[in-house]
Structures are given as structure tokens and as C-alpha cells.
């Protein structure tokens, strides 16, 4: 088999009154690029490609122009063969941040391709499922514009996805100390003890600030404190988890082998979080899955995008180890999106399967899932 073309759309979206913000910035819109692999024998395979702060043309111009190019006329099995040449060929100003995102879209859809062709499920390739569904928690409680109250918004938020069935969910954070302890209150008040509440700060704080913050979020039970410092600062993260009790994550910012292995070597943090559609694709992500479970830190992937990205995940959640192993293992959390996207469910013929907290894990092959392309047409940017 070989490749024959590489392409890729953009799609946009404008929220409307659904914009929502963060310690960051605040977005009135989603965008994603959506990677498409074909080969001469008629097998496609899909792939996404996670950014934040687009453009999403910067990603789809260097997964066409740049990478495209260096794996037509290759087997699509070759994966790692073919990762290494693309990691190499682009080392000089390319080792993380989008350049990395474009070569994880790409070796997600060679992956989607091999179990396609195989008539496997990814996961099998990836080893095996040690199971078959996952435990999600809502990622949303961002901060939601044009409201009276952002904390009845919030606390409203937070009862819909407990009665949704949920186990866990997320906050956003780093708004200011007072600001995020009166969130974190109020939901914990209006969620109750027996619900995982996770937090994250999306680096916006210092060492100093995170301490702070940290013991305040103990109070309440916190299970974990996400991105507490910026993504460079490893001695800050150490700092920040010798002084917390609340559990430390990070890593979303993070790419490749070469980046986490700090990350593990200096135990900054008590659960690492790349994401597949970041840190190099699953490929790559195995490699540091291997590395943090040498080291026994969790890795719990951080999810963001449309049903592709999500489909890709849930094979690689399948795929997940125990860290460690043992009669009754800690079963991961996966990362599920519930914030405001116009085209996330509709981007693929096939729908994930939500009910009491859990996400199934599909076992059709591949990635699970059909590019609706009719409909891309009516977001391409
Ligand atoms: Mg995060």
C-alpha cells in the first residue's frame, strides 16, 4: 500500500452567544483541522490536529505544503519509520508547538488507515483494551459571557452535568484567588462531596500563586490542580506539587518524547496530559505513555476537539496502561468536552455513545469513524 495524497480542512464556526473565556482570553469561535490520508488501494484514513490560538491555516499549510509531500509514495505502516522522518526533517524549528500538532494529525490518520486495512480497531494495534468504556468527565465551567451571574451560570452548569450522569467534571481557574475560591465553592456546594471536581488554571499563575491557591482548593477537595504555572517553568511546577495536597497535572502544552521526558525525569507533576493530537499522535504518545509508566505517573490524555480527535482518544484511552498494575487498578478519567461546538458531533457519520458517565470505546476499525464530508462543506473557513 501506498500513500498517495495528504489534505486538509479548516473549519470555522463563530459562537455567537456561546463565546466563553478562560484565565486567557475569552473566544467567540472554533476552529479545527481535519486531516485526510489516502492511499492506491482506496483505504482513507483521518486524523486532527489541535491548536489553540489558530490560525488553523498555519496548521493545514504545514500538514499540506510541509508534510504531505514526505510520506506520498510511502507505506502507510511504516509509522515510525515515517514519524522519525518527518520529526527530522522538520527538528531544526519545528520540535513542538504546531509543527508537532500537523505531524500528529498525520500519523493518526496512518494509524486510522492501519486498522482499516486490518479490519482492527486501533487499540488492538496499539496492544489491546484493558477496557471497554470510559469513565468521562466534563470539561466546561468556562466562563460564560453576557450572563447576570457567573456563578449562578456556572453552579447551573455544573447540577446539568451531574444530572447528565457525570462523576467528574472541570472548572476553569485562574481568574484571581478570590475569584476562583468563590467558584470552587459554589459548585462544590451545589455538586456535593461524592462528584471528582478538577480544576485548571491554563498557567496563569506563579509558583507563589499556585502555592496559595492550591491549599485554598484543598478545602474543598479538589482532585486535581491543572496547568497551575506556565509550561516552561518546571521548577515552579516541582515547587507548586511539594507544597500542594491537591494532586498536580500538566503536560497539554507539552510535545514529544523529548519534552515529557523532563517532565518525568523531574516528577513535576503527579498526572502527565498529552494530547494526541499534540504531542506527536499515537506514535509519539506511546513512546511517553512507556516513559511515564517506568517513572509510575498516570497519564491521563488531555481531549479537545471535534468527534475525530475524540474518536482518536477513546482508541488510545483503550490502549491506556495501569499505573501501576494491580488486583483493583485506578481506572483513568477521559477528558470530554462539553462546552459550546457547532460542528463537533457532525463532522462524522457515526456518534459517540454517552450513558451513565461512560463513553463507549468503538470497536469497529480503525478510528471508528467516517468523514461526513457534505457537511465540512458548510464550515470549511
Ligand atoms: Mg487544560
Request: proline share 4%.
Amino acid at each position: 500500500m501506498k500513500i498517495t495524497g495528504v489534505k486538509t480542512y479548516v473549519l470555522q464556526a463563530t459562537l455567537g452567544e456561546h463565546g466563553f473565556g478562560w484565565s486567557q482570553r475569552v473566544t467567540d469561535r472554533r476552529q479545527s483541522a481535519i486531516c485526510v490520508v489516502d492511499t492506491d488501494e482506496g483505504v482513507q484514513g483521518v486524523g486532527e490536529a489541535f491548536y489553540f490560538g489558530g490560525p488553523a491555516e498555519a496548521v493545514a499549510a504545514l500538514i499540506d505544503d510541509g508534510l504531505g509531500p514526505l510520506v506520498v509514495g510511502h507505506d502507510p505502516f511504516d509509522t515510525s519509520v515515517l514519524w522519525d522522518r518527518l520529526y527530522n526533517l522538520t527538528r531544526d524549528q519545528g520540535q513542538k508547538g504546531l509543527t508537532i500538532s500537523a505531524i500528529s494529525a498525520v500519523d493518526i490518520a496512518l494509524w486510522d488507515i492501519k486498522g482499516k486495512a486490518l479490519g482492527l480497531p486501533v487499540y488492538k494495534l496499539l496492544g489491546g483494551a484493558y477496557r471497554a468504556r470510559a469513565r468521562a468527565y466534563a470539561t466546561g465551567l468556562y466562563e460564560p459571557q453576557g450572563v447576570p451571574s457567573i456563578v449562578a451560570a456556572l453552579v447551573e452548569e455544573a447540577v446539568g452535568y451531574r444530572e447528565a450522569g457525570f462523576t467528574g467534571m472541570k472548572l476553569k481557574v485562574g481568574y484571581g484567588l478570590e475569584t476562583d475560591e468563590s467558584y470552587v465553592r459554589a459548585i462544590r456546594e451545589a455538586i456535593g462531596d461524592d462528584i471528582a471536581l478538577m480544576v485548571d488554571a491554563n498557567h496563569a499563575y506563579n509558583a507563589s500563586e499556585a502555592i496559595r491557591l492550591a491549599r485554598v482548593l484543598a478545602d474543598y477537595d479538589v482532585y486535581w490542580f491543572e496547568e497551575p504555572v506556565i509550561p516552561e517553568d518546571i521548577d515552579g511546577y516541582m515547587e507548586v506539587r511539594a507544597a500542594s495536597d491537591v494532586l498536580i497535572a500538566g503536560g497539554e502544552c507539552e510535545y514529544t518524547r523529548y519534552g515529557f521526558r523532563q517532565l518525568i525525569d523531574c516528577r513535576a507533576v503527579d498526572i502527565l496530559q498529552p494530547d494526541l493530537c499534540a504531542a506527536g499522535g499515537f506514535t509519539e504518545v506511546m513512546k511517553i505513555i512507556a516513559m511515564a509508566s517506568a517513572a509510575s505517573i498516570p497519564v491521563l490524555p488531555h481531549v479537545w476537539g471535534t468527534n475525530v480527535g475524540l474518536a482518536a482518544a477513546l482508541q488510545l484511552y483503550a490502549a491506556l496502561p495501569h499505573f501501576p498494575e494491580r488486583r483493583f487498578a485506578a481506572e483513568p478519567f477521559f477528558e470530554y468536552d462539553r462546552s459550546h461546538h457547532p460542528f463537533r458531533d457532525g463532522v462524522t457519520h457515526e456518534q459517540l455513545s454517552f450513558d451513565s458517565g461512560y463513553l463507549e470505546i468503538p470497536d469497529r476499525p480503525g478510528l471508528g469513524i467516517s468523514l461526513d464530508v457534505a457537511y465540512l462543506q458548510k464550515f470549511l473557513a
